[in-house]
T-cell receptor, first 109, second 115 residues
Framework: GQSLEQPSEVTAVEGAIVQINCTYQ??????LSWYQQHDGGAPTFLSY????GLEETGRFSSFLSRSDSYGYLLLQELQMKDSASYFC??????????FGAGTRLFVKA | DTEVTQTPKHLVMGMTNKKSLKCEQH?????MYWYKQKAKKPPELMFV???????INESVPSRFSPECPNSSLLNLHLHALQPEDSALYLC??????????????FGPGTRLTVL
C-alpha cells in the first residue's frame, strides 16, 4: 500500500519555530510537496522538493531525504495567520499525487 | 492571471438531480484535476486530464462524469448522487505535462450537499 504519515496536531506560540515531519511509503516518488489549507479555504502550494536537501522560501523551509523517505516543513517566526492544516503530498508519477492526512497547526499568542 | 475559478461556490441537490460543476484557468496549464475532500480529511484525487484527454480515473463511480471541453475548462457532471457524496470538490491545474513534477494550483472549491 501507499502511505504518508504526519502528526495530526502541533501547537506552538507566536514567534516560535515549528517543524512538521512527513514519512512516506509509496510505489513511486518524484517529489514531496507541502500545501497549506485554512478552514473553509483551498489548499495553497508552499514548497516542493525533488532532490535531497533544504529549500527555503521566506519563513518556510522544506527538507527532503529520499534515502530515509522523510521530509519536513519548517515554519519560522510563527504568526497567528499560520494556524491552518498542512499537508505533505507525494507525486508518484503520471500526474498522481497522494496527500497525507494533514497536520493541524495551532499558533497561540 | 494565476487563478483557478470554480462555480458554483455552493450547491445543494437532490439524489435525482443532474448538475454540473465548472472550473476554469487561464494560466496555460495543460493538466487539470478534480479532487474530493471531506471535512478534516485530505484531498482525494478523482480525475486528471492532460491535454484535454482523461489521464487518470481513480475508480470513481459513474455518477460522476468529467469533461474537458478545452484547455481552460473542466467540468464535473453529477447525476443520481448519494448523501455520502456531500463534500468539497476541488479543481486544480498544474503547468507541467511530463507528470514528473507538478505544482498544483487549487480553486476555491464547490461545497456540495446531497439531500
Amino acid at each position: 500500500g501507499q502511505s504518508l504519515e504526519q502528526p495530526s496536531e502541533v501547537t506552538a506560540v507566536e514567534g516560535a519555530i515549528v517543524q512538521i515531519n512527513c514519512t512516506y511509503q509509496t510505489s513511486g516518488f518524484y517529489g514531496l510537496s507541502w500545501y497549506q489549507q485554512h478552514d473553509g479555504g483551498a489548499p495553497t502550494f508552499l514548497s516542493y522538493n525533488a532532490l535531497d536537501g533544504l529549500e527555503e522560501t521566506g519563513r518556510f523551509s522544506s527538507f527532503l531525504s529520499r534515502s530515509d523517505s522523510y521530509g519536513y516543513l519548517l515554519l519560522q517566526e510563527l504568526q497567528m495567520k499560520d494556524s491552518a492544516s498542512y499537508f505533505c503530498a507525494v507525486n508518484t508519477g503520471g500526474f498522481k499525487t497522494i496527500f497525507g492526512a494533514g497536520t493541524r497547526l495551532f499558533v497561540k499568542a | 492571471d494565476t487563478e483557478v475559478t470554480q462555480t458554483p461556490k455552493h450547491l445543494v441537490m437532490g439524489m435525482t438531480n443532474k448538475k454540473s460543476l465548472k472550473c476554469e484557468q487561464h494560466m496555460g496549464h495543460r493538466a487539470m484535476y478534480w479532487y474530493k475532500q471531506k471535512a478534516k480529511k485530505p484531498p482525494e484525487l478523482m480525475f486528471v486530464y492532460s491535454y484535454e484527454k482523461l489521464s487518470i480515473n481513480e475508480s470513481v463511480p459513474s455518477r460522476f462524469s468529467p469533461e474537458c471541453p478545452n484547455s481552460s475548462l473542466l467540468n464535473l457532471h453529477l447525476h443520481a448522487l448519494q448523501p455520502e457524496d456531500s463534500a468539497l470538490y476541488l479543481c486544480a491545474s498544474s503547468p507541467r505535462t511530463s507528470g514528473s513534477t507538478d505544482t498544483q494550483y487549487f480553486g476555491p472549491g464547490t461545497r456540495l450537499t446531497v439531500l
